[in-house]
């Protein structure tokens, strides 16, 4: 079986540029303003926004010209790289199953572990107080986000998981 990669799509990424170019252009008429009048804070105020704007594009512009993996299905597990929150590798042997949840009036994907304790253990403490809060919280302790995925709808994925985790359990368990 072949990895399947399913991408982020960069409407947001792209769109968060724009406003970026759009705060600099704002900043720069700002900064002009405040040279031409002599006003220092007015000055000064567009030079720093127009500094923290100008990182702000630069950001998002190296967003946009990389393509990021949001889930990749391989034959043994999946990679998680769909938030900051993402916790990586996880290998089908400690998945029991998957889920769609409500997050805060989102739907993501639930993955369910087969030792709950096991899993938790192998996070970094920052990571296992995100599952804990998802735990406390009446939802499964990683969550998957795929509302950016590109071409792909939340429940094509879900399928997708559930059909490779079914078939590693049936050659393996």
């Known amino acids: ?68 993996p949001l889930l990749a299905i391989t034959f043994d597990g999946i990679i998680d790289s769909s938030s900051g929150g993402s916790v990586g590798y996880i290998p089908f042997q400690d998945i029991k199953s998957f889920c769609i ?34 735990i406390d919280h009446q939802s499964p302790p990683l969550t998957i986000c795929v509302d950016k995925a590109k071409d792909m709808s939340l429940e094509d994925i879900f399928t997708l998981l559930t059909k490779r985790l079914n078939d590693y359990s049936s050659l393996y368990d």
Request: proline share 2%; no cysteine; aromatic share 6%.
């Open 1 to 68: 079986m072949e990895k399947i990669v399913i991408e982020e799509k960069q409407s947001k990424t792209i769109r968060r540029m724009l406003i970026g170019l759009l705060f600099i252009i704002v900043s720069v008429i700002v900064w002009i303003l405040g040279m031409r009048e002599k006003r220092i804070l007015l000055s000064i105020t567009g030079l720093l926004f127009m500094m923290v704007s100008g990182i702000g594009f630069l950001v998002y512009l190296g967003r946009s010209l990389q393509k990021k």
């Open 101 to 134: 949840v409500d997050n805060m009036g989102q739907k993501v994907i639930g993955v369910i572990p087969k030792d709950e304790k096991f899993f938790m253990e192998k996070l970094s403490p920052i990571k296992q107080r995100i599952a804990k809060n998802n």
